[in-house]
């Protein structure tokens, strides 16, 4: 059956739990993520009884969640997502060229080899003072986002308040990955590419509307070790010690087993109503009117074709991270035993297939194949250049 997002309609969040079980293995060990001076992240329920082990933390989820529908081979969104925008950079550093994208870096949109990389364009006739020939301009993109007309213009002001409303939309039109998994425009990076200053004075912050972590209930440590083995010097000598690399190295390993693993999510929905994505437009006068669109869904609910479009990307990115990629580290596969939605208990998980027809719906609404176009411009991806 299609899609309904009616039941959210009155809801502030949409909360899901998937209980996992270990991919193989008799004894059922995993291993969980790992702190620096911390080691694994251990913590007692407010109960003050039941254990639980931070299995995945937040960070490394949204980063597991943006990679769910990409295809790290073409180093663009898979099938389902392709046209969906996004940033990507074209870096040169001593001489050498790679890419970067905003959904492979750990910081998207505010990553400095996008942030300060060179953005190309050419501005119309009405938006250069005085009126002459369209000439081609380029600038970083940091401070094309500053500006307040023309091509990924975002009006980020240093002496004005920050309201979400008033620029996520823009946001939404050229990077919407960014908008979902949230991004901190903390600092900018100058010419030089080495010295950064504050852009905005750091208070540009889009929350994240989607979060999510892996735990374990009542773990159970397994110990283990491992011998890192020299096949040249068994032994480290003076001029050749263990810190280098050389010698024979024992070392222990401490995994853990728990009966009950779950993988737990939040989509804000209440921040994502504070966005204003669709409600409104700006006025030249300041003041801002409605924009009713179509709804491209037949079971919408309340939600505009924007807010729909980031609620079913991320059920979307969420099936495909259950299906897909459950192995977080070679000593940690898990599998899904089960999916169940916490709250509000009228809404349905729904069905790969039904999740996969209503993106593809609401992205072909929004984000079109632009007629004439070539290269990564016919995906919606924007291009900037770094030089290092």
């Known amino acids: 059956m299609p899609l309904d997002l009616s039941p959210l309609n009155d809801s502030t969040r949409l909360l899901i739990n998937a209980e996992l079980d270990v991919a193989f293995g008799g004894g059922r060990r995993f291993q969980p993520t790992g702190f620096p001076d911390l080691g694994p992240a251990l913590f007692k329920d407010v109960d003050g009884v039941t254990d639980w082990l931070l299995v995945e933390s937040v960070q490394s989820i949204a980063n597991r969640l943006e ?180 010698g024979s190295i024992p070392f222990p390993r401490t995994d853990f087993t728990s009966g009950g693993i779950f993988a737990r999510f939040n989509l804000d929905l209440s921040l994502l109503r504070t966005l204003g994505l669709g409600r409104t437009q700006p006025l030249a006068n300041g003041q801002t009117q409605c924009t009713p669109a179509i709804p491209l869904l037949q079971q919408q609910g309340i939600f505009t074709n924007e ?21 977080l580290r070679s000593g940690c596969q898990f599998v899904l035993k089960n999916v169940s939605v916490e709250g509000p208990t009228a809404f349905t998980w729904p069905i790969d297939t039904d999740v996969t027809a209503a993106l593809t719906t609401l992205k072909d609404g929004l984000f079109p194949l632009l007629t004439g176009s070539q290269g990564w411009a016919a995906r919606n991806v924007t291009s900037v250049t770094y030089l290092g």
């Open 307 to 327: 807010e729909a479009f980031l609620v079913t990307w991320t059920i979307y990115k969420i099936q495909r991270f259950l299906s897909h990629g459950l192995s």
């Open 67 to 246: 990679a769910a529908c990409w295809d790290d081979a073409e180093e663009h969104y898979d099938a389902t997502c392709d046209r969906i925008p996004f940033v990507r950079s074209e870096i040169t550093l001593r001489g050498s060229s790679r890419t970067t994208s905003t959904p492979q870096e750990a910081h998207r949109l505010a990553s400095p080899y996008i942030l300060a990389g060179n953005y190309t364009y050419t501005p119309s006739a009405q938006q250069q003072s005085p009126p002459q020939q369209a000439q081609p301009v380029t600038e970083p993109l940091w401070k094309r986002l500053c500006s307040a007309a023309g091509p990924l213009a975002m009006s980020l002001e240093d002496d004005a308040p920050f309201r979400l409303r008033n620029h996520a939309g823009h946001l939404f039109r050229f990077d919407p990955g960014s908008l979902l998994h949230g991004m901190w425009l903390s600092t900018k990076v100058v010419p030089t590419g080495k010295t950064k200053a504050a852009l905005c004075g750091g208070k540009v912050r889009f929350p994240r509307i989607i979060s999510g972590f892996v735990e374990a209930k009542n773990p159970r440590t397994a110990q283990s070790g491992g011998v890192k083995r020299e096949r040249i010097r068994d032994q480290s000598e003076e001029g050749a010690d263990a810190a280098l690399g050389f």
